[in-house]
């Protein structure tokens, strides 16, 4: 059965860094897109980055554009999300989640279960 | 970079049938075949429910169906059941935005 586990979240302080892993199984990895999603307390869902199969392009919502950096490691099936300079509205659960397709941008099949964020002082 | 619009809630007797709407733009919903719809229950991760406008994923029961008209796609539950109480959320391909989702609609069954 396909599955994203995250792991990494936490509480951090204001302008602190934090880095989330996803590990995933039972599928090629490096087939896939993946993204994260997040979601705050209470919140809709939205979307924060992705990343294409090779790892060769990157993409990021505005609003963490500059402080987050996606990347992924096929040899250790691994996705992850680097994330500094914190802010109070970060504060959410982090979802990794596969891309459908390979190759062109889709719907999201497979979500972990979540990573909870917490920023504050 | 603004959330598709779908109502905060919608509710049914069970039985029936209900329509959330989802409306974009025309750099978003309007230009690509690219909305899903995904049901999250409380607590739980979300599930996709229809991708690429219409399609369902294997497992997904036949009452859910999804349209969508020019800037606004629609999912559909028919035959409404306890089951389908949840939060649902479209989302939609978006070009230079990569994806953009909707801000929610909690179905209510009566």
């Known amino acids: 059965e396909v599955q994203v586990v995250e792991s990494g979240g936490g509480l951090v302080q204001p302008g602190g860094s934090l880095r989330l892993s996803c590990a995933a199984s039972e599928f090629i990895f490096s087939s896939h897109w993946m993204h994260w999603v997040r979601q705050a307390p209470g919140k809709g869902l939205v979307w924060v980055s992705r990343i294409n199969s090779d790892g060769s392009s990157t993409m990021y919502a505005d609003s963490v554009k500059g402080r987050f950096t996606i990347s992924r490691d096929n040899a250790k099936n691994t996705l992850f999300l680097q994330m500094n300079s914190l802010r109070a509205e970060d504060t959410a659960v982090y979802y990794c989640?596969?891309?459908?397709?390979?190759?062109?941008?889709?719907?999201?099949?497979?979500w972990g279960q979540g990573t909870l964020v917490t920023v504050s002082s | 970079q603004s959330a598709l619009t779908q109502p905060a809630s919608v509710s049914g007797s069970p039985g029936q049938s209900i329509t959330i709407a989802c409306t974009g733009t025309?750099?978003?919903?309007?230009?690509?075949?690219?909305v899903s719809w995904y049901q999250q229950h409380p607590g739980k991760a979300p599930q996709l429910m229809i991708y690429?406008?219409?399609k369902r994923p294997s497992g997904v029961s036949d009452r859910f169906s999804g349209s969508k008209s020019g800037n606004t796609a629609s999912l559909t539950i028919s035959g409404l059941q306890a089951e389908d109480e949840a939060d649902y959320y479209c989302?939609?391909?978006?070009?230079?935005?990569?994806?953009?989702f909707g801000t929610g609609t909690k179905v209510t069954v009566l």
């Open positions: 025309s750099s978003d919903v309007g230009s690509y075949n690219l």
């Open positions: 690429d406008v219409s």
């Open positions: 989640v596969r891309g459908m397709y390979s190759s062109s941008p889709g719907g999201f099949d497979y």
């Open positions: 989302c939609s391909y978006a070009g230079s935005r990569n994806s953009v």
